[in-house]
Each structure stands twice: as C-alpha cells, then as structure tokens.
C-alpha cells in the first residue's frame, strides 16, 4: 500500500533553515506529482507546494514563495522541501501527500516550530 513518511522537523529560530524529506513507498514514484501541506493549531490545512513527477513543474502559495523549495530525487523516492527564512507564522505540522490512482495519501506528519 501507499506509504509516506516525513521526517526533518524541529524547532529552529526564526532566520533558520530546516530541510523536511518525505520518503514514498507502494507506488511508481516517478509517475506521481507530491505535494506538501502544513496545519497550524487551530487552522485549516493548507497547500504549500506541489512538484510534477519530472520536476519540470513546481508551484509555491504565496506565504512560502522565495523562501521554499521543493524538489525530489525520483532514484531515492523521495521528495524534499527545504525551508528557508523561517517565521514563526511557518509554525506548523507539515505533511507530504500523493493522489494515486484518485485515491490521496498522507504522511503522518512532522513537526516545525519557529520560535526563539
């Protein structure tokens, strides 16, 4: 089944850089566009960057547009998302997902908190 696993949160100052990879398994990786989401406490999930199976497409919200990259290694199955110029407003859960075959797919989640 289709499986993705997040990892690279923490807490960093705000200024700081984190680098989250989400790790896919259960599927043809390179066929299928990802995408990364964050949640803050008490708000709704919200899109924060998407990436075409080839790379060739990548697309940003505008809260993270020239602070955020994503990108992916379609040999390791993996996609990235690095993070830079962090606010404390970037706090939040972010999560990776994948829509194969209609069906959307989640990661469990990881953590980033800007605070000093």
């Known amino acids: 089944q289709v499986q993705l696993v997040e990892s690279g949160g923490g807490l960093v100052q705000p200024g700081g850089s984190l680098r989250l990879s989400c790790v896919a398994s259960?599927?043809?990786?390179?066929?299928?566009?990802m995408r990364w989401y964050r949640q803050a406490p008490g708000k709704e999930r919200e899109w924060v960057a998407v990436i075409s199976s080839s790379s060739g497409i990548r697309k940003y919200a505008d809260s993270v547009k020239g602070r955020f990259t994503i990108s992916r290694d379609n040999a390791k199955n993996t996609a990235y998302l690095q993070m830079n110029s962090l606010k404390p407003e970037d706090t939040a859960v972010y999560y990776c997902n994948a829509v194969v075959r209609d069906n959307e797919n989640w990661g469990q989640g990881t953590q980033v908190t800007v605070s000093s």
């Open positions: 259960g599927f043809t990786f390179t066929n299928y566009g």
